[in-house]
Every structure is written in C-alpha cells, then in structure tokens.
C-alpha cells in the first residue's frame, strides 16, 4: 500500500516568507508526528496528533511553528517569517494508535526546506 | 528530559567485516528501543525493535541488536556487512509510554568493496 508522502520534496524560501508543508499519512493511521531534522542531525520531534487533536506541541521550535490536521488525515506544518536557522528537512510519520509490540512510526521522504 | 548517544558518527568497514554500532539513552523508566536506517536518497526506514522479553532482537537483513539494561545500552550489529549496507543509522528511544521518538545524531556507515 501507499506510505506517507510529503510535499513538496524542496523548498527554496526567502527570509521572511511564509512556507506549507503537506503531510499525507498511511490510510487510517491515527496518530501523526512531526519531526525536524537539521544537517548532520537526528530528527527532534515537533509535534503530535492524534486523529484531529494536536496532543503534544511541546517540540515546536517558536510561535513562528504552527501545525494542524484538520480532519485527521492530512497535515499541514506552516512556518511563518521563515529564518535561516529554519533550514532542515521535514519529516512526518504516521502511526497506529497503541502501545503493544507491533508499534511503530512510519516515516515520509521529507520535505528539505532551504531558506536563504 | 531523555536522550540518546551514538558515539560513532563515521564508520568505514571493508565488505565481510563486522559492525557494532554504540547506542545509550538517559532514562530509568520504562523504554521503547528502535533502529531506523536510512539508505542513500530513501526515507527513513525500521530495522528492528525492542519492546520486552528477550533482550537480543533480531532485525531485517541480518542485523541484530541487544537490549542490556544495566548499561542503558541497545547496540546494533551485523557479523558481516555488504556494500549494500552504506547507509545512515539511527538509534530512537520512546518513553514511559508516550508517543514521540527521541533520535541520537545518527552513525554514518560506508562500507567498502
């Protein structure tokens, strides 16, 4: 079956734009996270939802981050004012609800955003 | 708040040779252990996994890993690596039952024919 995808794979903004970037998750995966991934870097969360609730904003970097999921299947991460330092890839993975042994995060191709 | 170590940042191994990649974390709680690898150009991919039981997880493509609490450790390792292997690994912890992966900054493997 499909897995996530993500767009657009690049984006080149200048200082001070304003950016989208979509998360389409696995078809009926409730839960979904978004994580940054700086060069050289491991990805660090951002935020969580599940199905339309934004559970856990706690990674967003500033108020400049917004992210939502409006009908709990597709995802759209906004940057607003975007800055330098936001240069990273994007990452978004989908996920079932659970605790048990078969939990696991599946992950996009990531959106490399590129400010400059 | 956790966190993860891996201690190699760049390793080089010839084709046939073993791996051991370093992997610690900083919490005394209950954990959730992962490697995702990431293959040149491709997205991030799980490799294997720990939840509970035997410690010694066996993973795709030959890998392996062992849970050794005692050491906070989750060490992965190949007996014997191909070409195909070059790739970004990441050792992910998840916590006292939350939700959101905690990354080390990845080990990147070259190996090399």
């Known amino acids: 079956g499909a897995g996530v995808s993500q767009s657009p794979r690049y984006k080149v903004a200048k200082r001070g734009q304003d950016v989208a970037l979509r998360c389409d998750p696995i078809s009926g995966h409730v839960s979904l996270f978004w994580y940054q991934q700086a060069l050289g870097q491991g990805p660090e969360f951002l935020t969580y939802f599940q199905n339309e609730a934004q559970l856990d904003k706690s990674g967003l970097p500033s108020d400049r981050f917004f992210a939502e999921r409006p009908e709990g299947s597709v995802s759209t991460l906004k940057i607003q004012r975007t800055q330098q330092e936001d240069s990273a890839v994007y990452l978004c993975?989908?996920?079932?609800?659970?605790?048990?042994?078969?939990?696991?995060?599946?992950f996009g191709p990531g959106t490399r955003l590129t400010v400059t | 708040a956790q966190s993860v170590s891996q201690h190699n940042h760049h390793v080089i191994l010839s084709e046939a040779a073993s791996l051991e990649l370093g992997c610690n974390y900083s919490?005394?709680?209950?954990?959730?252990l992962f490697w995702y690898v990431q293959y040149p150009g491709q997205h991030l991919q799980l490799l294997l996994k720990y939840f509970s039981g035997d410690p010694l997880v066996k993973g795709i493509k030959g890998f392996e890993a062992e849970f050794i609490k005692s050491k906070f450790s989750f060490n992965l390792r190949k007996p014997s690596v191909q070409w195909s292997d070059t790739a970004e690994y990441f050792c992910?912890?998840?916590?006292?039952?939350?939700?959101?992966?905690?990354f080390g900054t990845g080990t990147q493997l070259k190996v090399e024919l």
């Open positions: 992910a912890v998840r916590t006292g039952g939350g939700n959101k992966l905690t």
């Open positions: 919490y005394g709680g209950t954990v959730n």
């Open positions: 993975a989908s996920s079932l609800l659970g605790l048990g042994v078969d939990y696991e995060q599946y």
